[in-house]
């Protein structure tokens, strides 16, 4: 008979509670752990106009050096630097007594020719008559009408002198070329000015449109060709390019303008084509020779994908890869195929299709096969009607 000890009710008392907590411990073990809570956007496809932003520097369209075309004395200066002039509008006064005095010698000069003639011609007609009735010989007349033929040939040339008399007579006064802003003088009044000198004496810059000149690159220029040859890219309906600025300040330019031209030569130093835009600048904010950012609208990708970059990440070979929730509320990581950023987007060529759900918030909690509680949040993406930068 074993003796009774007041040990035993408490070692066993201790035991039961032991079983009790190993209990406890292996069923909360066994328990499936509650699912991992991620954010997630759906994918639409979109139609997006597709914008490329390069840099470029405006130039004038039109631009003028006013020189003169006669030597003289400058009288008068008949502008003020700065303004606007319109074409036709005198801008200097040359002396003009030296050519107005070759004016009215030439002038002269065709009077008295126009006289003799008039005696020539006279004396034609009367032996137009009188060779008739043989009252006199066929050699005076001839010598009549070589006379008034002779006559004529003077007065020809005495036109010819008026007429260059007066073209430099109208050059003493110095006329703006083109419509435009004038900028300084450059010369002073009673200075001398000659014919055909090198020196300008002022500059007329059209403003009013004024061209953007961007170099784009070949490649992008290639890329352009072959997505349009494959419908990915639809033309604009009138089949312009748009063009938009940014100034130098990342404001905003308040007109849109259009391509005009695109060189058919490659640069060989930059592999670049020169791209040419008008652009509308009625308060003459654009000046020639300033930086700006261009965007040119290529045109209008009607099927895109775009997936927000944060949600993207890159596996070891740097293969771009996004999370997606399948029907059953678990995840895989699936890979992609982008082209370029578009703002805050990834333009996605391959991968995903419309309607997958892609996780954007708690990536780094999941693991492939893992069940998720999927909250869908609202897309990062652009309405169809956005303009998207490429980037480059």
């Known amino acids: 008979m074993t003796p009774y000890t007041p040990l035993r009710p408490f070692l066993a008392s201790a035991v039961a509670l032991l079983a009790l907590a190993g209990c406890e411990r292996k069923s909360t073990q066994s328990g499936a752990m509650p699912p991992q809570s991620v954010d997630y956007v759906t994918m639409h496809t979109q139609s997006v106009v597709m914008t490329t932003s390069l840099p470029g520097r405006t130039d004038a369209f039109e631009i003028a050096q006013v020189r003169p075309q006669v030597t003289g004395i400058i009288q008068k200066r008949l502008f003020i630097e700065g303004a606007d002039v319109v074409a036709g509008q005198q801008l200097y006064q040359i002396d003009p007594s030296r050519y107005q005095a070759a004016y009215t010698t030439a002038k002269g000069l065709l009077e008295e020719a126009e006289a003799a003639e008039i005696t020539a011609r006279a004396k034609l007609d009367r032996y ?12 005076e007349y001839d010598d009549a009408l070589a006379t008034e033929k002779e006559a004529m040939g003077r007065i020809l040339n005495a036109k010819g002198q008026v007429e260059s008399a007066q073209v430099n007579l109208n050059y003493t006064k110095m006329n703006a070329p083109i419509t435009g802003r004038i900028g300084r003088t450059l010369i002073t009044v009673g200075a001398l000015v ?3 000198q090198t020196n300008d004496t002022a500059t007329i810059t059209r403003l009013d ?6 170099n784009m690159p070949a490649i992008t220029l290639l890329r352009l060709k072959r997505e349009l040859a494959e419908g990915r890219l639809k033309r604009q309906p009138d089949g312009r390019v748009p063009v938009s600025l940014t100034l130098e300040d990342n404001s905003a330019y308040e007109f849109k303008g259009r391509m005009a031209l695109s060189e058919v030569n490659v640069n060989t130093s930059t592999s670049s084509v ?3 835009a008008i652009m509308p600048n009625p308060q003459k904010l654009l000046l020639p020779g300033m930086y700006v950012h261009a965007q040119l609208e290529e045109g209008t990708d009607p099927n895109s994908i ?4 944060k949600a993207v990440s890159h596996n070891s070979h740097g293969d771009p890869e996004v999370w997606v929730i399948k029907q059953d509320d678990t995840v895989e990581r699936r890979k992609i195929q982008t082209s370029q950023s578009l703002g805050d987007n990834w333009l996605v060529t391959a991968g995903l299709q419309d309607g997958d759900r892609v996780v954007v918030t708690g990536l780094q909690k999941i693991k492939p096969g893992g069940h998720v509680k999927p909250t869908e949040v609202a897309s990062a993406q652009p309405e169809t009607t956005e303009n998207l930068n490429r980037g480059h």
């Not at 449109?209 to 961007?214: F, G």
């Open 209 to 214: 449109p004024i061209y953007v000149d961007v």
């Open 306 to 309: 775009l997936v927000p970059q």
């Open 194 to 196: 000659t014919a055909n």
């Open 128 to 139: 137009r008559n009188l060779v008739k009735d043989h009252a006199v010989s066929r050699q």
């Open 274 to 276: 020169v791209i040419r």
